[in-house]
């Protein structure tokens, strides 16, 4: 069964400082990763995806993950944190039969 | 705009009561994934289809049902309404190249 851990509820950054949010998964086969954003009372917007590639993949709002293949992660990463990223982040991966699982979500905190 | 259409965006109802949610998938999209999302808790898997059948089902109760038309949109059927039901519900198309899953705005559903 595939699965998805965000081990952290919410983590708090001061604006300008460098973030991560933490994803490992687990799946079978070659494993297709996102990163999902929420805004309050919003759908789920895509931030980003790795298939297959260069491990460093960049995305939407200046938002960059690295794939680590022996440690299964896929961090999310940002190099200067704005308040406006102040949002809910969830991690997803898609496994056979195109089922995608998310993880429980991290709430981002940009502290000004 | 996702391209992603659910109706109603609100709905208030009474426990026992019974609702249909709807869901248009993303042009060009056969996949349509639904998920709950209740307060203070990440987004739950219920049930997967693909071009009219079933893919992956979740954590379904047996309250609910869903199905894809041969139009490709989805319903879900809520029954038996509990307080408990009272939730956001998303429905997502997914691209069936990448993998990307489009999300819609949510119906959020209110049990009194």
């Known amino acids: 069964a595939q699965s998805v851990a965000q081990p952290e509820d919410q983590v708090n950054v001061a604006e300008g400082n460098p973030l991560t949010v933490k994803c490992t998964y687990s799946?079978?086969?070659?494993?297709?990763l996102f990163w999902y954003v929420q805004y309050p009372n919003r759908g789920l917007q895509f931030l980003l995806k790795y298939i297959t590639g260069d491990n460093l993949v960049k995305g939407s709002y200046g938002f960059e993950a690295e794939f680590n293949k022996s440690q299964t992660s896929f961090h999310l990463k940002k190099p200067s944190a704005l308040v406006s990223d102040s949002a809910l982040y969830f991690c997803a991966v898609r496994g056979g039969y195109q089922k995608v699982t998310f993880g429980t979500g991290t709430k981002l905190q940009v502290i000004p | 705009d996702s391209g992603v259409t659910q109706t109603p965006k609100h709905l208030i109802t009474a426990t026992g009561q019974r609702v249909t949610l709807r869901c248009s998938p993303r042009s060009g999209d056969l996949s349509v994934y639904w998920y709950q999302q209740s307060l203070d808790q990440g987004l739950q898997f219920l049930i997967q289809?693909?071009?009219?059948?079933?893919?992956a089902k979740g954590n379904i109760l047996e309250r609910f049902s869903a199905q894809q038309f041969p139009d490709l949109h989805s319903e879900l059927n809520l029954s038996s309404l509990e307080l408990g039901d009272s939730a956001l519900y998303f429905c997502?198309?997914?691209?069936?190249?990448?993998?990307?899953?489009?999300f819609g705005e949510g119906s959020r559903l209110t049990v009194l």
């Open positions: 997502a198309s997914g691209d069936r190249a990448t993998g990307e899953l489009f």
């Open positions: 799946v079978s086969g070659n494993p297709y």
């Open positions: 289809y693909y071009n009219g059948e079933e893919r």
